[in-house]
């Protein structure tokens, strides 16, 4: 499985998202510091990974913290948090993440541990919110794969993939369980601007996989679908709330009215750390948007005149009347969402509701 983060003693090692797929280089970031560069600047992206990325960046930061009273760790360890929570906005699994690491300390500290035992704690809360990422993005592909046609032509967009989270994926989990259950699948990638995750990491996971991908510009997804050529819509989440409005990368609402023109189902794939009940809709969901760069310029080129103005929000919203279900780790959630999202985190087992 792709290696998209892992920790080492003294360092988070990460593959280089940014420069994928023509480079494969990986990324040590020996500081807190460092890991939230690298969340900030997308060497690592998507929401459970940059989640993933927060709790080890927290875990080693305080590993190399020198701090052997207890009061000054602590003091250490919010900075630390607050460093890791300005990184990107829009992902609720960072903001996720960060509250467990401080559920950790603060149980630690609460039995009166040592720093050293803390220290042990944390690196151990971090890697299980590693694991049970993978865990959870196998399940969704478990139960995701009911909803895939036999023959199936999937669309999705940005990536929601292996590099997305600490490994197999989301949506791409969906995919990836349903070519595992013996279902031919053949996948369209919008290459999703201004970043083209879908072009350049997308399509470079599933050709690993040997699984067919044609690599489409985003321009094109109407004209595709109205000539029958794809029967499912999944896409990932940065951030769902509880009435089920879900937030992924910019285009995505775009793709989820046209599969409703067409009378294509179309599907998110999360798992509960991007389901965030304390945001009732997707008004309310913060929309980070990035750099001018991004958009007037791909690699070196300049595409848009100096001085033309840019609006680049990474991030648009689905409201849930598009939504056909919310595929989790806990099985598929249907509308109403206000209810049945609310239920998935009330009951463990794992069936389509
Ligand atoms: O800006 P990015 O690349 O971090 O945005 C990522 C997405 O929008 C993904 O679709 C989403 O995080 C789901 S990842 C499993």
């Known amino acids: 499985m792709l290696p998209t983060i892992a920790r080492e003693a003294d360092a988070v090692v990460m593959i280089d998202q940014r420069k994928l797929p023509a480079e494969e280089v990986y990324v040590r970031c020996k500081t807190a510091a460092d890991v939230a560069r690298a969340i900030k600047t997308m060497v690592i992206r998507g929401a459970p990974a940059i989640g993933v990325a927060a709790a080890m960046g927290i875990a080693l930061g305080m590993r190399k913290s020198t701090a052997t009273g207890t009061q000054k760790f602590a003091a250490d360890f919010h900075k630390v948090c607050e460093l890791m929570a300005s990184t990107r906005p829009t992902a609720v699994n960072l903001f996720w993440a960060i509250e467990r690491m401080k559920r950790t300390f603060a149980a630690a500290a609460h039995a009166g541990e040592s720093v050293d035992q803390i220290k042990d704690r944390l690196d151990a809360e971090a890697q299980a919110i590693h694991d049970e990422d993978v865990a959870s993005c196998r399940a969704m592909g478990a139960f995701g794969a009911e909803i895939v046609p036999a023959d199936a032509r999937i669309l999705t967009h940005c990536n929601a993939g292996a590099l997305a989270t600490a490994g197999y994926g989301t949506a791409l989990g969906v995919i990836r369980g349903a070519v595992e259950k013996g279902k031919r699948v053949a996948v369209f990638a919008d290459e999703t601007r ?160």
Do not use: C
Request: glycine share 8%.
């Open 194 to 353: 201004p970043v083209l995750q879908g072009a350049r990491l997308t399509a470079w996971e599933l050709v690993r996989d040997g699984i067919q991908t044609t690599v489409i510009t985003d321009n094109m997804t109407a004209a595709l679908m109205r000539q029958g050529k794809v029967n499912l819509v999944v896409v990932g989440a940065d951030r769902i709330a509880a009435n089920g409005d879900t937030a992924n990368k910019i285009g995505t609402y775009g793709v989820a009215v046209l599969a409703r023109e067409h009378q294509i189902p179309f599907y998110v794939a999360a798992p509960l750390s991007t389901i965030d009940l304390s945001t009732p809709d997707g008004e309310h969901i913060p929309i980070e948007e990035r750099n001018a760069r991004e958009v007037t310029h791909v690699g070196g080129s300049q595409l848009a005149p100096a001085g033309a103005l840019v609006w680049n929000p990474a991030f648009d919203v689905t409201p849930h009347q598009f939504i056909a279900g919310i595929i989790t780790e806990r099985g598929i959630f249907r509308a109403p969402y206000i209810d049945s999202l609310k239920r998935a985190f009330e009951q463990e087992p794992a069936t389509t509701r």
